[in-house]
């Protein structure tokens, strides 16, 4: 028998061992590679707590995430930083929380609790007709003050619509209603606005004579009336860019005649 020589038999010990050592490490350089790219979590859902009247469509709009989306771990604390501020600008909540859960391999919960403002707003009105307190402590004249109320009711229907009404009586009356709705289409994009008002007074001052005003007065019917009104569209693309346009109107009947 040919005896092979103990150089061959090294050579192919050697070239075994070297492949199953390759073999072995293999999958640790491969786990090293994957460990080197950023980790990402895949958003599962969005749960919202707090919401009382605002509609969960409104929040969404202010989030720059959703259900779906692919989300970097070393991008999240600022999604969440700049989400939250969107929020708080819409002067819909008091305050904001982003919480995570995760629910699996690159799974992620995110939880947003709110809590909400007061959103109906009455203010009395009271005001004195004269230029100024000194003016008017000549006379003491109550008649010449105004009074009524203003409300304001923000986050209308939980849709943060707009609704202002102002009633003011005496000497000086106004009647206005105001609406704004920020969102009509579906992707709440274009929005639009409406305000209508009437004013009356049954005196008004037409000339000054040694600081001192004269008035016109007429108890029978309105010296003067005003009807004025306003319609406005905005637009708004993205989160940090709004434009509005508006038409506005005013007509004003002076029936004072005096020389």
Not at 219 to 229: A, I, L, T
Request: contains cysteine; aromatic residues 16%; hydrophobic residues 35%.
């Amino acid at each position: 028998m040919v005896k092979k020589p103990k150089s061959l038999l090294r050579f192919l010990k050697q070239t075994l061992m070297a492949i199953l050592f390759l073999s072995l490490n293999l999958p640790v350089s491969s786990l090293c590679q994957e460990s080197s790219s950023p980790p990402f979590y895949v958003i599962n859902d969005i749960i919202i707590e707090g919401n009382i009247t605002t509609k969960k469509h409104i929040i969404y709009r202010e989030l720059l995430f959703s259900i779906g989306d692919t989300i970097y771990e070393e991008n999240m604390q600022e999604t969440f930083k700049r989400s939250k501020e969107n929020l708080l600008n819409t002067f819909l909540f008091n305050f904001v929380t982003i919480d995570t859960m995760t629910t699996g391999q690159n799974k992620l919960n995110i939880q947003i609790n709110l809590k909400e403002r007061w959103y109906t707003w009455p203010f009395p009105i009271f005001e004195l007709a004269d230029r100024n307190f000194n003016v008017w402590w000549e006379t003491k004249d109550f008649a010449r003050t105004n009074y009524g109320f203003y409300l304001t009711k923000f986050n209308f229907r939980g849709r943060k619509e707009t609704l202002t009404l102002n009633l003011r009586f005496g000497y000086d009356q106004q009647y206005l209603i105001a609406y704004n709705m920020p969102y009509l289409n579906s992707k709440q994009t274009i929005g639009t606005g409406l305000m209508a008002g009437y004013s009356q007074n049954h005196e008004i001052a037409y000339k000054t004579t040694e600081s001192r005003q004269a008035f016109y007065k007429d108890p029978d019917k309105n010296v003067r009336e005003s009807y004025f009104g306003r319609i406005n569209y905005t637009n708004r693309q993205g989160f940090y860019n709004k434009h509005t346009v508006f038409a506005q109107y005013n007509y004003s009947i002076d029936r004072k005649s005096v020389v």
